[in-house]
């Protein structure tokens, strides 16, 4: 039984765990925003909807199609009862009383959408110049030779094992943090921004209403928020959070609820780039797909790290695997080329394993032998 297996694992290790259980031959019950992931997996999806359970035959895709047809079968089911009861309405005669009455169908539909930027202007971006970056201040670096620029037609996803540098590199790249060596410097008039998966932005302001920290002077210090308590309601609506949602403390709020929070505190300015760490991890996969939608539409730059392989190619990004201990930044082809050099590096390692564990096996039966021929002489 796996409850969001996949929330916190780097991509690596969700193209692991996705080859790995494809392959499982007994029974596996899954929770999971990941439709990649359900759809490599999953023969079955049983969908909670209404207080009841409806399962359907095949993965996510095969669930979405077939829920659509269902959702049209009982509009138009509705449809009719309701005409046929208006029909025994005028001419006066009492409804079936053995006829259930239905319920107007209501599908769970969300929708996100970012600000475009103000002003279209290609020199706003940010550029680095052999920036370099470790924890200690000094080599061995984390991140080294770092050499590119980001624009407003930059779409860029960044892949790579946990501990190699990923958030490290969005932080760098926000200025949150300063490189070690080299620069990083942002244009005159370019609005950046910032996702944080652990929701560094609100932290502090848990005690406050949405509203409340979205026109907060700390807030717009550092770049983001509004001055109007109107546009800050038009943002959080902007990202499906329900009114009731916009007064109450944030610490009542959920995980994908705060997620809304911050998705609004960072468009109220129409920002030129979005920098955005594993923005996928507290949403549920109504919200993904509505997430993947206003990035599609979106019209600024996007820095982006996910395990996510649907959002990457979804949102046409640009492959960048991040190695850490101061390698370069590799670009591979396409996303399938990485999936594929990720499991050849799987497979090797577990031959590899493999080979070391027989080697040792080999070693303590060998030893076990000694002991045994040892024992025999002494007893001769």
Known sequence: MLDEPTNHLDLDAVVWLDHYLSEYKKTLLIVSHDADFLDAVCTDIVHLEDRKLHQYRGGYSSFTRAHAQRMKELEAAYKKQQEEKAKAAAKKKPAKATEEVLTKPKDYIVKFNFLPPRDDD???????????????????????????????ASRIAIAGPNGAGKSTLLSLLAKVIEPCEGDVDHSRRIVVGRYSQHFDEIAPYL????????????????????????????????????????????????????????????????????????????????????????????????????????????????????????????????????????????????????????????????????????????GG
Request: one cysteine or more; hydrophobic letters at 40%.
């Open 207 to 378: 005690h406050m209403s949405a509203v409340e920290f979205l026109t907060s002077p700390e807030l717009r210090r550092f770049g983001a928020g509004t001055s109007s308590s109107e546009l800050a309601h038009k943002c959080l609506g902007q990202f499906g959070l329900p009114s009731h949602g916009h007064t109450r403390p944030m610490r009542e709020l959920s995980g994908g609820q705060k997620a809304r929070v911050c998705f609004a505190s960072i468009t109220c300015r129409a920002p030129h780039v979005l920098i955005l760490d594993e923005p996928t991890n507290h949403l549920d996969i109504e919200s993904v797909d509505a997430l993947i939608a206003a990035l599609q539409k979106y019209k600024g730059g996007l820095l982006l790290v996910s395990h996510d392989a649907r959002l990457i190619q979804a949102a046409e990004c640009q492959l960048w695997v991040c190695r850490g201990a101061g390698q370069a930044l590799e670009k591979p082809p396409s996303f399938a080329h990485y999936r594929k050099e990720v499991l050849r590096e799987l497979e090797r390692r577990q031959a590899a394993a493999e080979a070391v564990a027989k080697r040792r096996a080999e070693e303590r039966r060998k030893r076990r032998l000694g002991l045994v021929a040892a024992k025999g002489r002494r």
């Open 122 to 152: 290609e020199m706003v971006g940010i550029s680095v110049h052999d920036a370099a970056f470790s924890y200690t201040g000094k080599k061995p670096w984390l991140l080294e030779k770092l050499n590119f620029r980001v624009d407003t």
